[in-house]
């Protein structure tokens, strides 16, 4: 297999991250703070105070990115600019909020014309596997998801219908206007420094989180969104970093929707057993089937990842998930003293 070709910017360039006040854009603030660019710009709209992480020595700025003029004093002089920024959760939040999901559009859609004019050489998405046609996703026993599975188009209501618009504005800026884009279709990302309460939490911080309680209330049972048997895969959040480095710097991926997703496929009801073996207890199980669980089954078909770029994210689901429990305790154990945590 040929080496893909793999351009990196020198260590001053300007790097732009929106959304850089949740779980992805922080992780990746920090990711390439470590990789030693020495110029790096962080936006969200929420508070700094708010922030799940703020890199010492990076800028960090407080602007509503679906505001035009915010986006374009965002990304001055920017040389790459990734945009992690949208109105998200998980299931509960999606499926209830629809209109905030397809709002994000604005951001999307602002953030590259911003980084077109400041003459950027890259700018990347941050797009979902909640882009694929939702009737290729009614069984558990799923078909793995390939990158031309989203079309003909029948995306996830609302959430997913503006991840696909959004490509498409990255694919012609690329084909109209020659500014390279990168288009990562994640699959369900857990780890440290995430949301994990609220409502806007995945599931993996969320069962976390409910045998994490159960333990401390002295409880015995544990809530699971429907009957447990729909599958999903989840990658790990370093995993995550290193893709969107990789798959933005990779010429052979302009302007190429790709998924970014672990390809090992567990059960709702195998990713409690983990967390319970994890947590040391064992909870009988209240299926709660009115609550929403999104597709019966999904996963991602790594092969084009593999293919291209010779890698795909590897962490093992176990140990990723006990680096995040251990995260969740903590984060708990914290909120109970009234101390300040990530929510
Ligand atoms: P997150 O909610 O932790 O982070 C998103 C951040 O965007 C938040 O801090 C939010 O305040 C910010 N934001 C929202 N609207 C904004 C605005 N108008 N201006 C500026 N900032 C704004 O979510 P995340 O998990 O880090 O997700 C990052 C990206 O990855 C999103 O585009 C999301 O759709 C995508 N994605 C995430 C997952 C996942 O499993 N976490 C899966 C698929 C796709």
């Known amino acids: 297999m040929a080496a893909p070709q793999v351009n990196q910017p020198n260590p001053d360039a300007l790097i732009v991250i929106g959304g850089a006040g949740g779980f992805i854009g922080g992780a990746l603030a920090r990711y390439f703070h470590e990789k030693g660019f020495q110029r790096i710009r962080a936006i969200d709209k929420k508070p700094l105070p708010e922030w799940y992480q703020r890199v010492p020595g990076v800028e960090c700025l407080c602007l509503d990115l679906s505001e035009e003029l915010n986006c374009r004093h965002a990304c001055e002089d920017a040389t790459e600019v990734y945009n992690l920024a949208a109105d998200m959760g998980g299931m509960g939040f999606i499926e209830r909020f629809r209109v ?123 809530d699971i969104w429907g009957d447990g048997t729909q599958t999903r895969s989840f990658m790990y959040i370093d995993d995550c970093t290193r893709g969107i480095d990789m798959i933005t710097h990779c010429d052979d991926l302009i302007a190429t929707p790709i998924n970014l997703g672990s390809s090992e496929l567990v059960s709702i009801n195998h990713l409690v057993d983990l967390a319970e073996e994890i947590g040391g207890a064992k909870l009988r199980r209240e299926y709660q089937l009115d609550k929403p669980q999104g597709v019966a089954g999904r996963n991602s078909d790594n092969t084009m990842i593999k293919q291209v770029l010779g890698w795909e994210p590897d962490t093992p689901l176990r140990e990723g998930l006990a680096k995040t429990y251990a995260w969740i305790e903590k984060q708990y154990t914290d909120r109970k003293a009234g101390k300040r945590t990530v929510i």
């Not at 050489?121 to 558990?140: G, H, I, V, W």
């Not at 990158?147 to 029948?154: G, H, L, V």
């Open 100 to 222: 905030e999901c397809l709002r994000s559009v604005l951001i999307n859609t602002h953030m590259i014309e911003a980084a077109y004019r400041a003459g950027a050489e890259r700018y990347f998405f941050s797009s979902s596997a909640c882009a694929y046609n939702t009737e290729l996703q009614k069984d558990p026993n799923v078909r793995a998801l390939k990158e031309s599975d989203a079309y003909p188009a029948m995306a996830e209501r609302g959430y997913g219908w503006e991840k696909l618009v959004s490509e498409m504005f990255c694919q012609e800026y690329w084909y109209e206007r020659g500014m390279k884009t990168a288009i990562a279709r994640f699959h369900n990302v857990y780890g440290p420094l995430g949301t994990w309460d609220g409502g806007r939490e995945k599931a993996p911080a969320a069962i976390c989180r409910k045998v994490i309680e159960a333990k401390d209330q002295g409880r015995e049972t544990i």
